[in-house]
């Protein structure tokens, strides 16, 4: 069984700019979450979808957003592109979302300059 | 606003011993833990769930669960160097996804 698969891996972007990335979750699995991880604060919550809704939302700004697809593949867009927002973004999937373990894709690593 | 904490370490050990890394956890309503291990440059995978009150063992780690303290720990035996990783705990309740901790960096020297 395929696990969750994020692309791409690497991302090199310069301020102001935006970027999408890309997440097929495990076959069956309905429920998809975004975090963003960083050195310092750890693995932060950006968003749950299921069933092509936005469940769960974290505390960032609205220049991150993200949609999923019919067939539970998720994309997170970053608008404007700050600094700061160099980061490890990892999705995870799972079954329903709620109370359940989760799967974490290999991460997109995103770089700004 | 639910949190989930940990000791951040670096937690170092010899290779054979016995850690004990421990979490609270603030929202009572939690009813799902896991641990997950993280390896430098790689993503989380869960490595242990508990749901009840008690312990519950997988080879080498054991979770324990206390509700009443908002406490819980994961034991790891005969540890190696192999185990050196960061330590994620994640705490779940409703139809929430698990808020997680910063994770404790384990070392484990040969």
């Known amino acids: 069984k395929a696990g969750v698969t994020q692309t791409p891996r690497y991302l090199i972007k310069t301020r102001g700019q935006q970027v999408t990335l890309s997440c097929s979750p495990i076959?069956?699995?309905?429920?998809v979450s975004w975090y963003q991880q960083t050195p310092g604060q750890g693995l932060q919550f950006l968003f749950e979808y299921f069933s092509e809704t936005q469940r769960n939302k974290g505390n960032f700004p609205g220049r991150f957003s993200g949609r999923q697809f019919s067939n539970s593949r998720s994309e997170m867009n970053v608008s404007t592109l700050e600094l700061g927002d160099s980061a490890l973004y990892l999705c995870?999937?799972?079954?329903?979302?709620?109370?359940?373990?989760?799967?974490f894709g290999s991460g997109t690593q995103l770089s700004v300059l | 606003q639910k949190e989930v904490e940990q000791d951040p370490g670096p937690l170092s050990v010899p290779e054979g011993a016995i850690v004990s890394l421990n979490c609270t956890y603030s929202d009572r309503g939690s009813q799902s833990f896991f641990w997950y291990r993280q390896y430098s440059g790689k993503s989380p995978e869960l490595i242990m769930s508990i749901y009840s009150n008690g312990d519950k063992e997988d080879g080498r780690f054991t979770a324990q669960l206390n509700k009443a303290s908002q406490y819980v720990s994961l034991l790891i035996r005969d540890s190696q160097p192999s185990d050196s990783a960061t330590y994620l705990c994640?705490?779940?309740?409703?139809?929430?996804?698990?808020?997680f901790g910063r994770g404790t960096s384990l070392i484990v020297h040969p």
């Open positions: 994640a705490a779940s309740g409703g139809s929430y996804i698990p808020t």
């Open positions: 995870a999937s799972s079954w329903t979302g709620s109370n359940e373990k989760l799967f």
């Open positions: 076959s069956g699995h309905r429920s």
